[in-house]
């Protein structure tokens, strides 16, 4: 007998049919062992998996699961929650605007509608050129200073929409 | 000391300035310090709060801090060529930081050091009188602590203002192996960043409070659940965690004394709910953010089922001046059952916008007007949003209520965790109220179907009743809908998205007809 805990999901497919590529798969298990110790181990794990590969991929989660010993449900379940995980592979930088009602009162509305219009998509979708991917996001504690972006991970305060398109312009030539 | 014949500048790295461009100012006064062959302390410090004039550069004169602001890397040459490294004046400048009245007004006890030290620095810390709550606690029983926590007055500063003593007080008495201390640093609230702007201005003082707590209760471990839209803040607590457990203020034998502590970072991701206790103890679980039922209390059954302190940053950080300056000192403070000081938080379409720590008791109007300065596009405020986005609409008629937790509560409004949002007349409050809805049912954990369906609901009814059709009707549905949600809901998401509702409803009624709309919008 091992002394390892005894599975409390028995998984149905142990190796399901994945797309993930080799390197994405032993990303994703190197991540499970360094970090599945921790007590509620799962947001970590998915904050982790997102900061290597971008985004949680559909395929990830059946291996998340299993490494986890939870069910494919749970871990989809949590994936599904958080608006913060990205099911998708994102454009290059993805931008948040805030929607949130202090920036509302700085005119967010307006930057929300023109940022649509110049990147030519709606919210969660990401722009042709595969630069950019947008996402709304509910108060970054800039209140005082809106209305605010932020891309990837960078706040941006007071964004006008000529600052915008700036920083839109800025984004599109980093890579 | 600065070294002699260098000159020491402040530039915040607070995510407010950095989001206005205090990084680039920071490379610009390095590079034109370099070619002027002028030795420069720089040091990166917390925002003192006045945001509108962010980036704040700051100047040691003497000992004096001069304040040149908003100052954008453009303008750097300018500043240096005016003397601003000695202190002499420029459009910019303000005059020393300390005399400036939105600044001397203030009570600070919480915000202390936010903005005065150097976040990264234990050393700047311990100058500043920080570890004295600790050390004052080490050498007191955990009951006395409690109680000298009860003693003076503090209650939660995350919206529920439940009195942190009982709180402490049910964990200490809670028989168990291990315990938690979790620190809610979720700040969903639109409106607020006291708490990001405590952690990194001043992250030493959330770790010890959390510290203090944990003495107190004889919880060993601690989590400090962020929001993920906080990046900064992650950063300047990490370094403040390593900096104190290499300095034995963390770990396995705090300064000698034989106790424990350890504390641990965790990321949320994205989702209002979290906020809850209950949601974000699941969270923190590794699971969907699902409100709980109540009882069992998290203080008894709380983290992996575990007695559990569960406080909001704020009120962790206000626990080290009361250790160590004495329950009393802080209790003197404030009016009614509202003891201490609360760091308002001044956001939205206001002049000057930023934090304001005063004792409870100063009226919303001095706050928005005195402190403000009035609208920031200079039209007239119309409506105020306080306490997040659960907080009732203010109409100016209710702009005299002081800020005190049993007055809000009085005109069916709630203070929460001090967050005011200024909307001036161009505000159109039928489409706050549609917000306050959708906003609900993106959030919504899913448990009450009031919340979870009758929020979709709510913004339909809304879309009906200012489209005009059969406005009398659908008026008497959107209350009803909003009893239905004050009454079944389980948490305050469900149970108070009826106050921006029914206040923008109630205050503005105007804004829900449909030829009135219409006219207005011809101009
Ligand atoms: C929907 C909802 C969101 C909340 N969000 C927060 C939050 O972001 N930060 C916070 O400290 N408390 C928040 N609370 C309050 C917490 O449930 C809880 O009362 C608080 O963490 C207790 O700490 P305190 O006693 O120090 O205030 C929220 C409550 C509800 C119902
Ligand atoms: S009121 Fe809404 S957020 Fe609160 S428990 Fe019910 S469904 Fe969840
Ligand atoms: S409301 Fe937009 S940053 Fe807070």
């Known amino acids: 007998m091992s002394d390892a805990a005894p599975r409390r999901v028995i998984p149905i497919k142990v190796e399901p049919l994945s797309t993930l590529s080799t390197a994405a798969r032993s990303t994703v298990l190197d991540i499970c062992a360094r970090l599945e110790s921790l007590p509620g181990a799962l947001l970590p794990v998915l904050h982790a998996v997102q900061e290597s590969l971008r985004y949680v991929p559909k395929d990830a989660v059946p291996l998340i699961a299993h490494e986890l010993n939870l069910s494919i449900a749970e871990v989809h379940g949590v994936v599904t929650f958080y608006h913060y995980f990205l099911q998708e592979r994102p454009g290059r930088h993805v931008m948040h605007i805030c929607r949130a009602e202090a920036c509302q009162a700085l005119g967010s509305v307006a930057l929300e509608a023109h940022a649509k219009a110049r990147l030519g998509v709606d919210y969660h979708g990401t722009t042709r050129d595969g630069a950019i991917t947008l996402e709304p996001v509910y108060c970054l504690g800039n209140c005082a200073l809106g209305p605010s972006l932020m891309i990837d991970q960078r706040l941006h305060g007071r964004v006008t929409p000529e600052r915008f398109d700036a920083l839109l312009a800025h984004s599109r030539e980093a890579t | 000391m600065s070294a002699a014949g260098s000159v020491k500048i402040f530039v915040p790295c607070d995510a407010a300035a950095l989001g206005v461009g205090a990084d680039e100012t920071a490379l610009a006064i390095t590079a034109e310090a370099n070619r002027r062959g002028i030795t420069v302390e720089l040091i990166r410090n917390g925002s003192r709060g006045l945001l509108w004039l962010e980036p704040l550069v700051e100047v040691d004169v003497a000992g004096t801090r001069m304040a040149y602001g908003p100052v954008q890397s453009s303008e750097v040459a300018g500043l240096f060529d005016a003397g601003f490294t000695t202190g002499k004046p420029h459009a910019l400048s303000h005059g020393a930081t300390q005399e400036l009245p939105?600044?001397?007004?203030?009570?600070?006890?919480?915000?202390?050091?936010?903005?005065?030290?150097?976040?990264?620095?234990?050393?700047?810390?311990?100058?500043?009188?920080?570890?004295?709550?600790?050390?004052?606690?080490?050498?007191?029983?955990?009951?006395?602590?409690?109680?000298?926590?009860?003693?003076?007055?503090?209650?939660?500063?995350?919206?529920?203002?439940?009195?942190?003593?009982?709180?402490?007080?049910?964990?200490?008495?809670?028989?168990?192996?291990?315990?938690?201390?979790?620190?809610?640093?979720?700040?969903?609230?639109?409106?607020?960043f006291s708490d990001r702007m405590l952690m990194e201005g001043d992250p030493f003082v959330l770790v010890e409070g959390m510290s203090i707590a944990g003495l107190a209760t004889g919880a060993t471990q601690g989590y400090i659940y962020l929001r993920w839209e906080y990046p900064q803040a992650k950063v300047a607590l990490e370094s403040a965690i390593a900096a104190a457990v290499a300095a034995d203020y963390l770990g396995a034998n705090i300064r000698g004394s034989g106790k424990s502590f350890q504390l641990e970072v965790r990321m949320g991701a994205g989702a209002y709910i979290c906020g809850e206790e209950t949601s974000l103890l699941e969270s923190l679980e590794g699971k969907r953010g699902q409100v709980r039922f109540k009882p069992?209390?998290?203080?008894?059954?709380?983290?992996?089922?575990?007695?559990?302190?569960?406080?909001?940053?704020?009120?962790?950080?206000s626990v080290p001046i009361i250790l160590d300056r004495g329950a009393e000192f802080y209790q003197h403070f404030g009016m009614g059952r509202s003891r201490g000081t609360l760091p308002m938080q001044l956001a939205g379409n206001v002049k000057h916008g930023g934090l304001v720590e005063i004792a409870f008791g100063m009226t919303l109007r001095e706050l928005l007007y005195d402190y403000g300065g009035g609208s920031y596009s200079g039209r007239p405020i119309r409506a105020v949003q306080v306490g997040g986005p659960l907080g009732a609409y203010l109409p100016e008629s209710q702009f005299d209520t002081p800020l005190d937790y049993e007055a809000f509560a009085a005109i069916k409004a709630m203070l929460g965790h001090?967050?005011?949002?200024?909307?001036?007349?161009?505000?159109?409050?039928?489409?706050?109220?549609?917000?306050?809805?959708?906003?609900?049912?993106?959030?919504?954990?899913?448990?009450?179907?009031?919340?979870?369906?009758?929020?979709?609901?709510?913004?339909?009814?809304?879309?009906?009743?200012?489209?005009?059709?059969?406005?009398?009707?659908?008026?008497?549905?959107?209350?009803?809908?909003?009893?239905t949600l004050t009454y079944g809901s389980l948490c305050a998401l469900g149970g108070l998205t009826p106050f921006p509702v029914i206040s923008a409803l109630n205050h503005f009624p105007e804004d829900f007809v449909k030829p009135v709309r219409a006219a207005r919008a011809a101009g």
Not at chain 2, 133 to 153: E, F, N
Not at chain 2, 174 to 192: F, H, L, M, W
Request: charged share 25%; with cysteine.
């Open chain 2, 418 to 483: 001090g967050g005011i949002v200024a909307f001036d007349d161009r505000v159109d409050m039928a489409a706050q109220a549609r917000y306050a809805m959708e906003f609900c049912a993106i959030e919504s954990c899913g448990k009450c179907t009031p919340c979870r369906i009758g929020s979709t609901r709510g913004v339909e009814v809304i879309d009906r009743l200012i489209a005009g059709e059969n406005a009398p009707k659908q008026e008497a549905i959107l209350r009803d809908l909003c009893e």
């Open chain 2, 296 to 317: 069992p209390l998290p203080a008894l059954q709380g983290l992996f089922g575990k007695p559990t302190v569960i406080n909001n940053v704020i009120s962790f950080a």
């Open chain 2, 102 to 192: 939105y600044f001397k007004r203030q009570e600070r006890l919480t915000f202390a050091r936010v903005g005065l030290t150097d976040p990264r620095s234990l050393a700047d810390y311990l100058a500043h009188d920080g570890y004295r709550g600790l050390q004052a606690a080490l050498a007191m029983k955990p009951a006395d602590i409690v109680a000298c926590v009860t003693a003076s007055g503090l209650r939660g500063r995350g919206g529920a203002a439940f009195p942190t003593g009982i709180k402490w007080k049910t964990v200490l008495g809670a028989e168990s192996q291990q315990k938690y201390i979790v620190c809610n640093a979720d700040e969903g609230d639109s409106g607020t």
